[in-house]
């Protein structure tokens, strides 16, 4: 099983961060790993650099997608492929995703969730997986 927690970042660290994703990955991983009398250190960091999540339209648009809710969360199930599986737990400032199955599990819930806010940036500690949902395209400066 593959977990996930998805972070909205504010649009200036969002900015400044394109092209620096290690860095990002590197705060989570610390904070992940750290100590519990640390951890309220990275919890800090996280809280500043991050945003609320937009919660009405988050259920809306997995409500509008797979018509399903549980509490503040989702089970999905793939009609194509009986063992992909998706658990959505929408908190105050993350989302956690654990998939199970083939990768196209979590990348149909990435979809909708890009279509809410370009800002989602994906960390699966376990497998040093990161990135943003919607890469950022360069702008050319002439």
């Known amino acids: 099983m593959r977990h996930y927690e998805l972070y909205l970042l504010s649009d200036e660290v969002a900015a400044s961060f394109s092209g620096k994703e290690a860095k990002l990955f590197q705060l989570f991983t610390e904070r992940a790993k750290a100590k519990q009398s640390e951890r309220h250190i990275y919890d800090r960091q996280v809280d500043y650099i991050t945003k609320p999540l937009p919660k009405a339209k988050l259920h809306e648009a997995l409500q509008k997608r797979y018509g399903l809710k ?73």
Do not use: M
């Open 70 to 142: 549980k509490g503040n969360g989702y089970e999905l199930r793939s009609v194509f492929n009986e063992r992909n599986r998706c658990l959505v737990e929408l908190g105050d400032k993350s989302i956690q995703l654990e998939a199970l199955g083939d990768l196209s599990a979590e990348t149909t819930v990435f979809d909708v969730l890009k279509e809410v806010d370009s800002h989602f940036f994906a960390v699966n500690v376990a497998d040093g997986r990161f990135g943003w949902l919607q890469p950022f395209e360069k702008q050319r400066v002439l």
